[in-house]
């Protein structure tokens, strides 16, 4: 209980009581966090279901439009006569769980490396900054592609069908692990110097205990911060894959795969099964932003105005 009472009287819940844009970005985002997850007792269909999909529903409008409707699809369907709305609740949910699980994956890494590399130095520093070198010199999407394309090839497109969600998190959390690194060997450089780091040593404590009990809890905020453009990083490069056909099956939709598959619709007339998701995801990722934004201004006082 203390620890609730302290935060909330923490300088943070004050700015943020403060700022508009920053409640507003939280509750949008907590909204679709909240939908996505209990998609399975809100939504009106389930799209996983081949007994509640029906083809003969295919391609039907949203309810706004004047003709064509039917009550039962707020949203209306797509070219496989799934509701669009429970659909899009689905593919919310397992782009956050590729977006959360790719940072998670990340920060594991990176964090890792970063906190070895600065507070070690030498030639183990040189040895990860020369590799995280040589991985920021490559696109994270070139990587992906190549990685999602080699294993689709490999193993046949079912068995790449089954394990997508793990193969995308394993090749979206690797490709971006030098963000992380960076940023935490320049914190781990800056307070391996200090006079708390000089009392650990001196009372013998272990290195790695320094590291992680000592070292690692005065690196956090740059780690919050990276965190939640990350994560909009991770959703967007799903959906990329996903449009391109190497990220999420057809029956395991992702706001990507649901771009992608009402692409080749548009322009016959059944725009919204490419312009709905499309926007679901663009608030998704601005509230993300809006909020990462937030946290970097606050988080850095030279940077945060009243």
């Known amino acids: 209980m203390n620890r609730i009472r302290l935060f909330m009287d923490s300088d943070l819940v004050f700015r943020f009581g403060r700022d508009r844009v920053a409640q507003f970005s939280f509750a949008l985002f907590l909204a679709f966090v909240i939908a996505a997850f209990a998609a399975p007792l809100i939504a009106p269909f389930d799209p996983y279901d081949p007994m509640q999909i029906d083809l003969m529903d295919s391609e039907i409008p949203p309810l706004w439009q004047d003709a064509n409707t039917d009550p039962r699809f707020l949203f209306g369907t797509d070219a496989q006569g799934r509701d669009l709305l429970s659909t899009i609740l689905y593919g919310t949910r397992i782009s956050l769980i590729i977006g959360f699980c790719a940072v998670a994956l990340q920060i594991l890494i990176g964090v890792s490396i970063g906190l070895i590399s600065g507070y070690v130095g030498g030639r183990i520093d040189s040895f990860f900054m020369r590799l995280a070198d040589i991985q920021l010199s490559l696109s994270t999407l070139m990587v ?7 294993f689709k090839a490999t193993f046949g497109t079912e068995i790449y069908g089954n394990v997508a969600i793990l193969v995308l998190v394993l090749v979206i959390g690797i490709a971006e692990w030098p963000q992380y690194a960076r940023t935490v060997r320049a ?50 490069s799903e959906a990329a894959l996903s449009f391109l056909g190497l990220g999420m099956p057809v029956n ?30 663009v608030a998704l990722i601005l509230s993300i932003n809006l909020l990462g934004d937030w946290l970097r201004d606050v988080l850095n006082p030279r940077l945060y105005k009243d």
């Open 144 to 150: 992906a592609i190549i990685a999602s394309a080699v």
């Open 187 to 236: 914190s781990v450089l800056a307070e391996r110097s200090k006079e708390y780091v000089d009392a650990a040593r001196v009372i013998g404590l272990p290195r790695w205990r320094i590291m992680i009990r000592h070292v690692l809890p005065n690196t956090l905020s740059p780690i919050l911060v990276i965190s939640t453009v990350q994560i909009a990083n991770a959703i967007i």
């Open 252 to 281: 395991k939709p992702s706001l990507g795969s649901l771009i992608s598959s009402g692409f080749e619709f548009i322009f016959s007339g059944s725009w919204w099964i490419t312009v709905i998701p499309s926007l679901v995801l």
